[in-house]
């Protein structure tokens, strides 16, 4: 499953200064997808948490270092989609890897069920005006495959409907691409039964409760057709433009450090630059 992406400076003529990187959890484009082949409780090189530590700090410093040169630079947006069951960390992988990101250069966009609004327009409405301009990190909490998931499990589109809407999501990822925006989507691969624990943690702590809800519980019953239009989302829309990464997240930590590693891989190959000072220093005396 070990293979290689590109990314690099893209402008209207699409990607260029492309540079490579491995990663064994991407996903090929238009490559067969079966989740019960890809492990949810990988740990790659490490026994356990406490050896990965020190990586995972390194690389959150790295990333800040990063998105600083990255901000000045504003020759790319950098737009990363998280995906997943619930419980699945969404929210914790933001919460670790990005603390050493500059609070003004990120914007962390969670998509819920639509309002009246945004259901009163094409399904991509709401997502466009979310995508991050050039020199800032967007995160999506949930995206437009909510629109390819949960519509799909519950019966408001058909089968028919779902294949168009993954065909105008690889349209639109296209165009995003075309105009300086860098996508990493992510899958966060838990298994049933660690679902289980988890859920089983929040009812035990008093302190986690708060993030319980009744659908949590409700569309456990559908897990086997989530898998199956995850699988049917990613090997539609895994391109080179805008890749899947099916990340094992059974262990939160080691989700963490795979994520970040990719991020500030993805970052390094564009390499930004702080642009030239817009005065004459010379002429400045104190």
């Known amino acids: 499953m070990r293979d290689a992406i590109e990314v690099g400076d893209t402008g209207s003529t699409g ?24 492990s949810t409780d990988d740990r790659g090189k490490f026994e356990g948490e406490e ?6 700090a390194d690389r959150v410093q790295e990333l800040g270092q990063w998105q600083e040169a990255f901000a000045a630079d504003r020759k790319n947006a950098l737009l990363i989609v998280l995906q ?54 967007g995160i999506f909490n949930r995206s437009q ?6 519509t799909r499990v519950h019966k408001m589109i058909d089968d028919k409907e779902a294949e168009r809407r993954m065909g105008a999501i690889v349209e639109f990822e296209k165009m995003l ?5 860098v996508i990493l989507k992510f899958f966060l691969h838990i298994s049933f039964e660690e679902q289980t624990r988890r859920l089983k943690s929040r009812l035990e702590d008093p302190d986690k409760r708060w993030k ?11 897990w086997a057709k989530y898998q199956q239009y995850y699988e049917d989302a990613i090997q539609a829309t895994s391109r080179k433009h805008a890749p899947w990464y099916i990340v094992p997240s059974d262990h939160k930590w080691y989700r963490n450090v795979v994520i970040s590693g ?3 891989d993805a970052m390094k190959a564009l390499k930004p630059k702080y642009p030239k000072p817009s005065i004459d220093l010379k002429a400045i005396h104190l």
């Open 15 to 38: 990607f260029q200064n492309k540079m490579k990187i491995e990663s064994p959890y991407r996903v090929g484009a238009h490559a067969k997808v079966k989740l019960a082949k890809w």
């Open 51 to 56: 050896e990965a530590k020190q990586e995972l």
């Open 84 to 137: 997943g069951m619930d419980t699945g960390g969404k929210d914790g992988t933001i919460r670790h890897i990005f603390t050493g990101v500059n609070p003004q250069g990120c914007d962390v966009t969670p998509f819920k069920v639509p309002t009246a609004e945004e259901a009163a327009h094409d399904f991509l409405w709401r997502i466009h005006k979310a995508v991050p301009e050039k020199g800032k990190i």
């Open 145 to 150: 495959y909510e629109d390819v998931l949960v």
């Open 177 to 181: 691409a075309e105009n300086g925006v």
């Open 212 to 222: 319980l809800s009744l659908a949590d519980f409700k569309e456990r019953k559908y």
């Open 262 to 264: 990719i991020v500030v």
